[in-house]
């Protein structure tokens, strides 16, 4: 496993079939934790599989990487579900992703909401709060990766769970801390300039500078690669540069 200042995270596992999303064996060698797809909305079997796999190899963290049921909006649709239908479902992908991970001799370490589910859950209580349930129910082990700063911390704190906190390397904020939303422009990052000066300052200056231009606290352990982003390589590529120039004293 890689040394860096701050533990890298990536999306990963999330390919379907014939689908392939993302470039799992090209990052893994290069991350430290990785968020496995549970099915609902990316992955299957054989690909979950192959993750671990791949994890095991390189010796990075794995984490379970539960969403709502919606795998044709790829997670990113807010749904509405009945407390204790989520938390069933949550309990589902968490456990059955753990259960494959001891088969092969690993060891979940800690889950991460996707897309839409984490978003609520990082704003609304109630949601972070089923989240929590869930991932006691199954091992009271199992760490909950979410967004620093966010409600999931605060539920995360009141529950005497442990809390990841992560940052992203190539999203934008908004000044409350929490992400734009993807339909937005410029909320997705795509230059890798961009990347490195956003990563540069979470990692060593403690903040994030927003649309506005102001820049606002963040204290984060984790700093997020979306494993769908095409530019996820050349990030990750410009983000080791950086620990490595910062590690030589340049």
Known sequence: MHKYPIDINCDMGESIGNLIIGQDEKLMPFITSCNIACGYHGGDPYHMQKTIELALKHNVRMGAHPSYPDVDGFGRREMSVEKEELKALLVS??????????????????????????????????????????????????????????????????????????????????????????AKQGAVLSNVNEVYTQV??????????????????????????????????????????????????D
Do not use: W
């Open 93 to 182: 992908q968490i456990d059955g992703l753990n259960q494959m991970v001891n088969r092969f001799g690993g060891e979940l370490r800690y889950v991460k909401p996707h897309g839409a589910l984490y978003n609520k859950a990082s704003v609304n209580s109630k949601e972070a709060k089923i989240i929590i349930d869930a991932i006691q129910t199954v091992s009271p082990q199992l760490a909950l990766m979410g967004l620093a700063g966010s409600i999931m911390q605060k539920a995360a704190k009141e529950k005497d769970i442990e809390f990841i906190p992560e940052a992203f390397c190539d999203r934008k904020y908004k000044i409350d801390g929490t992400l734009m939303s993807r």
């Open 200 to 249: 540069n300052s979470i990692v060593f200056d403690k903040t994030v500078t927003i649309n506005s231009g102001e820049s606002i606290s963040i204290n984060a352990d984790s700093i997020c690669i979306h494993g769908d982003n095409p530019m996820a390589l050349e990030f990750l590529g410009a983000i080791r540069a950086m620990f490595k120039n910062h590690q030589n004293g």
